[in-house]
T-cell receptor, first 113, second 114 residues
Framework: KAGVTQTPRYLIKTRGQQVTLSCSPI?????VSWYQQTPGQGLQFLFE???????NKGNFPGRFSGRQFSNSRSEMNVSTLELGDSALYLC????????????FGPGTRLTVL | AQSVTQLGSHVSVSEGALVLLRCNYS??????LFWYVQYPNQGLQLLLK??????LVKGINGFEAEFKKSETSFHLTKPSAHMSDAAEYFC????????????FGTGTKLQVIP
């Protein structure tokens, strides 16, 4: 069974640009969560989608948005990039139940210059 | 608001020695608690999780953790460290109403000395 895949793995952008990251969950998983990991702030929850609906949201500005498609694939978009958005963005998928395990992808390393 | 505190950003143990990584939680409602491991340049892997079924939780790779409500702790242990255990470990918490909204600790880097 294929794991969670994230594309691209590495990305370099400049301030002010926007970026879209993609996450393909494990087959059959309906929940996709996104996390940001930085040396200064650590791991922070961005949002979670379940069956195309945002079910939970972390404390991030509106520049961070996401969506989920009918095949459960998810995209995360960051508009008007700032230097502080440089981070490893992790995606995790699960069946979506309260006790279901989240499986993480390898992440997308975003560098903002 | 829920939170976790990991004591010690770096822990060193000798190969074969006991591994003890400390985590204390703060939650206003009964929590779900997790330990994740992250190897360099990789995503997170779930080691174990507490969801109120049993206070002693056994996970993968010989790790286990005990939920102690009186101490608000969920420390991770392994009887005998292996070189392959060198990684960063994260404790995390979610309240019972929102499993997928997880709050992570700051992480503990485990070094295993041969």
């Amino acid at each position: 069974k294929a794991g969670v895949t994230q594309t691209p793995r590495y990305l370099i952008k400049t301030r002010g640009q926007q970026v879209t990251l993609s996450c393909s969950p494990i087959s059959g998983h309906r929940s996709v969560s996104w996390y940001q990991q930085t040396p200064g702030q650590g791991l922070q929850f961005l949002f979670e989608y379940f069956s195309e609906t945002q079910r939970n949201k972390g404390n991030f500005p509106g520049r961070f948005s996401g969506r989920q498609f009918s095949n459960s694939r998810s995209e995360m978009n960051v508009s008007t990039l700032e230097l502080g958005d440089s981070a490893l963005y992790l995606c995790a998928s699960s069946l979506g139940g309260v006790t279901d395990t989240q499986y993480f992808g390898p992440g997308t390393r975003l560098t903002v210059l | 608001a829920q939170s976790v505190t990991q004591l010690g950003s770096h822990v060193s143990v000798s190969e074969g020695a006991l591994v003890l990584l400390r985590c204390n939680y703060s939650s206003s409602v009964p929590p779900y608690l997790f330990w994740y491991v992250q190897y360099p340049n990789q995503g997170l892997q779930l080691l174990l999780k507490y969801t109120s079924a049993a206070t002693l939780v056994k996970g993968i790779n010989g790790f286990e953790a005990e939920f102690k409500k009186s101490e608000t702790s969920f420390h991770l242990t392994k009887p005998s460290a292996h070189m392959s255990d060198a990684a960063e470990y994260f404790c995390a918490v979610s309240d019972s109403g929102g499993y997928q909204k997880v709050t992570f600790g700051t992480g503990t880097k485990l070094q295993v000395i041969p």
